[in-house]
């Protein structure tokens, strides 16, 4: 599994789930993001993650597609 980290930028509290994808080029674009998101694919801190918009704050690991992503 490769392992990215993403850190907020200054200021940010969250990042939205299918931002999150787009953003560590797992996703080439926000209907594959949705489309990875709505088909079950994406777990947040090991449970499924269903919702497109979810707020991904520092802390959490998403895992999706042969990746970690640690959000700080």
């Known amino acids: 599994m490769q392992k990215i ?3 907020l930028r200054e200021g940010e509290e969250f ?3 299918i931002q999150l994808l ?3 080029n ?12 709505s088909d079950g694919f994406v777990l947040r801190n090991g449970e499924v993650e269903l919702r497109k918009r979810a707020k991904i704050v520092a802390g959490d690991v998403i895992k999706v597609a042969g990746y970690e992503i640690t959000v700080k």
Do not use: S, Y
Not at 26 to 37: C, S, T, Y
């Open 5 to 7: 980290d993403f850190e």
């Open 15 to 17: 990042i939205q789930l």
């Open 22 to 24: 787009k953003a560590t």
């Open 26 to 37: 797992i996703a080439f674009n926000g209907a594959e993001a949705q489309g990875m998101v």
